[in-house]
């Protein structure tokens, strides 16, 4: 069974859905299930297709949408209008967009939550969890703003908490390892490393260790300067200059060559003074040459211990000692802070979390009392419904727990999830749900079979209840019950056609044979012809 394609418009107020079992009034719900962010697989895509789409146009959405929309960069429409698709693709794979702008599911979801709340058949299993009761106390009470900053300083309480335990945790790390370090930086320290240092030792100890030779050397260049048996090579040529310069009047081209002996005169001048400097540098002491190969060997070591090659990386080890033995005082300015900021977070959560508490104590019997007015309402004349506030250890909503207790007999209540049959547990949720929709501006409810386990007159008081809810916000209503069906502003009804599923709108008679074919099943009798007229009124 599938829809191929399927476009039905819901009105405001109250609109009841039927149809008979196996109809596929569980796929329709299944698909505004998708909207709401929930799971979806690649069974749900008909053989053969590429994808499903499901998409809902929503009016005159509340403006706390706005802010959600604008922080995930999604367009708000000024007129409230909202337009939620979901592409759910035969891969698995899916696609969600809010007015034509891609999102995530958690941010459809966020959206989703106010926008419409699903109840169905399994949801009558969360009066077993104590969030969704605590949850419905807290918006009976009106807490929203105690649980936005309640929640900001349990999250800011935890984070400093971590950052405390982690500050310790290094703190122990680094006084265990504190003379260890301090040791490793001492003997980099007093190495006094001069990046590019090696370089020099090791040209300086190349003309150490060679220094006779280089000497030698020396002393013979420069006495070739001076190797003249009558003059010294700058006497010649400076005489070979004046002599040249001298002629130069008759031939000027040997003025030039004049000057350039002269000039050649002087830098061989500057070059012998170079070497003459340079052969009394040359120390040929071996007292430098064991200083400089000392001072090689304690870098060398130091190279091996540290795993390092360069004098850069030696001074970068240093400075990582010196940062891990400096980092001691840090941390220990750094837990000081921390705890100074523990202590005004914890006070101020303390504040807000008593705040909750009070009020959810103040509020508690007033909530019971509407719960307990409605039970009786829908028939449950000796029940009692008790809520009780109970004192937990702290979290994001407070030091608080919630137990929903419920008697149908008004003895001894207890925990509702445990005592309650199928119709006490519908009626308790009807009721439940009929508060949240005061509290929380939902435009959109849906039941499915909420009625469940209930008949009768009891039936007749839960459509009154459902027909009060839909004149203040819309309601759709998948039921069985004439009852309730009756009661509804719209009526649905769910086919199959071979083996495709369709919804239309009925109305007038054909709504009479509906309500009439609940009442007496596929072969409807003038009786409950009869009846469904009155029930119509």
Not at 175 to 190: E, P
Not at 268 to 281: H, N, P, Q, S, Y
Request: overall charge negative; aromatic content about 6%; hydrophobic content about 40%.
């Amino acid at each position: 069974m599938l829809i191929d394609s399927l476009d039905v418009s819901f009105p405001e107020g109250l609109a009841i859905i039927t149809g008979q079992t196996g109809a596929g009034k569980s796929i329709l719900l299944g698909a505004l299930s998708l909207l709401t962010g929930a799971k979806g697989d690649a069974s749900l895509v008909s053989s053969g297709a590429e994808s499903c789409i499901v998409e809902g146009e929503f009016e005159n959405a509340d403006e706390s949408l706005k802010s959600l929309l604008e922080e995930n960069e999604v367009e708000w429409v000024e007129d409230g209008s909202l337009i939620i698709r979901r592409i759910l693709y035969s891969t698995g794979r899916s696609r969600s967009f809010v007015n034509d702008c891609p999102v995530n599911l958690p941010v459809l979801a966020k959206c989703a939550e106010l926008l419409i709340d699903i109840h169905s058949q399994h949801n009558k299993l969360i009066l077993s969890d104590k969030r969704y009761q605590l949850r419905v106390l807290d918006l009976f009470a009106g807490n929203s703003e105690h649980l936005r900053k309640c929640g900001e300083l349990w999250r800011e309480l935890q984070d400093l908490r971590s950052r405390k335990s982690k500050a310790e945790k290094e703190l122990e790390s680094l006084k265990r390892d504190f003379d260890y370090n301090q040791a490793q930086f001492v003997q980099l320290d007093s190495a006094k490393l001069r990046d590019g240092e090696m370089e020099e030792l090791d040209e300086e100890q190349k003309r150490l260790s060679n220094a006779d030779e280089i000497k030698s050397s020396l002393v013979t260049a420069l006495a070739l300067f001076e190797s003249g048996e009558e003059q010294t090579l700058d006497g010649a040529l400076r005489e070979a200059s004046r002599l040249l310069d001298k002629i130069s009047a008759f031939v000027p081209s040997l003025k030039e060559l004049s000057e350039r002996i002269e000039s050649s005169r002087i830098e061989l001048g500057d070059v012998r003074d170079t070497i003459e400097r340079e052969a009394e540098k040359v120390d040929v002491s071996g007292d430098r040459l064991e200083q400089v190969e000392e001072r090689m060997g304690l870098i060398y070591s130091l190279f091996q211990k540290f795993g390092c090659r360069t004098e850069a990386e030696l001074i970068s080890k240093r400075e990582e000692y010196s940062a891990r033995l400096f980092d001691s005082s840090v941390l220990e300015n750094e837990l000081e802070e921390l705890n100074a900021g523990i202590a005004e977070c914890s006070s101020a959560y303390s504040k807000v979390s008593k705040e909750l508490h009070d009020s959810r104590s103040e509020t508690a019997p007033k909530l019971a009392e509407a719960i307990l007015s409605s039970l009786k309402f829908l028939e449950l004349e000796r029940a009692v419904f008790e809520v009780q506030v109970i004192a937990v250890d702290g979290g994001p909503t407070g030091a608080d727990s919630v137990l929903f207790a419920f008697s149908a007999t008004g003895k001894n209540p207890v925990d509702v999830a445990k005592c309650a049959s199928g119709g006490e547990i519908s009626r308790i949720m009807l009721s439940l749900k009929a508060q949240m929709a005061r509290f929380t501006g939902m435009p959109t409810m849906i039941f499915d079979e909420i009625d469940t386990g209930v008949s009768g007159s009891a039936a007749d008081a839960m459509g009154r209840m459902i027909c009060d809810m839909g004149s203040n916000m819309q309601v759709l209503a998948i039921t069985h019950l004439p009852q309730v069906a009756a009661k509804g502003d719209a009526h649905f009804v769910v086919e199959k056609f071979q083996d495709t599923t369709g919804i239309r709108r009925v109305e007038g008679e054909e709504r009479i044979m509906e309500i009439a074919r609940l009442l007496s099943g596929e072969r409807i009798i003038p009786e409950a012809v009869a009846n469904a007229k009155a029930l119509l009124g």
